[in-house]
């Protein structure tokens, strides 16, 4: 059986995360994304709280895919430590899944 995950993805502006999302499903790494506009952020990041305007952006792939995911974020993310999480799917709508796994492959 395929594992079916979502890739939580932060990014610093909408067009980071169209162009990530792009390159995602263009690559055929992702099915499909989300993007969510406007998020408000805050964590601890060099000894002190910071808050920040962000986008999160979730793609939908399988656990197979994950690492290529990473490093292609990685490669063209501004943020020297980006948030890239894998979120397992536990279930789903059966025709849904299976479409996520014909085209990721």
Not at 24 to 43: G, H
Not at 75 to 95: F, L, R, W
Request: charged share 20%; aromatic share 10%.
């Amino acid at each position: 059986m395929t594992d079916y995950i979502m890739v939580y993805i932060v990014c610093s502006s909408d067009a980071e995360a169209n162009n990530i999302g792009k390159l995602l499903v263009e690559k055929r790494l992702a099915a499909c994304v989300n993007i969510f506009p406007a998020m408000q952020s805050m964590y601890w990041w060099e000894g002190k709280i910071q808050t920040s305007k962000e986008v999160s952006l979730f793609a939908k792939t399988t656990s197979l895919k994950f690492e290529e995911i990473k490093n292609t974020v990685l490669e063209v993310h501004s943020y020297d430590c980006p948030c890239v999480i894998a979120i397992p799917v536990s279930a789903g709508e059966e025709n849904y899944l299976k479409w996520i796994g014909r085209e990721v492959q």
